[in-house]
């Protein structure tokens, strides 16, 4: 599960990119806060995770597989 790595920017409609690529050892949990930055603008939005955010449902653990 991951959070966008893309969003949309508040100010201008850009691509917002993630500022601090994730890896595969990175946790994200609700409540983290990402920073990402606009390609249009260059505005910096700091975006704490919601649950929404994750792909998959919650209660499920797919990488304890
Ligand atoms: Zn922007």
């Given at each position: 599960?991951a959070?966008?790595t893309?969003?949309?920017?508040?100010?201008c409609g850009?691509?917002?990119?993630?500022?601090t690529?994730?890896?595969?050892?990175?946790?994200?949990?609700?409540?983290?806060?990402?920073?990402?930055?606009?390609?249009?603008?260059?505005?910096?939005?700091?975006?704490?995770?919601h649950?929404?955010?994750?792909?998959?449902?919650?209660g499920?653990?797919?990488?304890?597989?």
């Open positions: 599960m959070p966008a893309v969003i949309v920017c508040v100010e850009g691509r917002a990119q993630l500022a690529p994730l890896t595969p050892d990175d946790v994200i949990a609700v409540g983290d806060v990402l920073m990402y930055r606009c390609d249009e603008c260059w505005g910096r939005f700091d975006v704490v995770v649950e929404d955010d994750f792909d998959d449902p919650p499920e653990s797919p990488e304890l597989a």
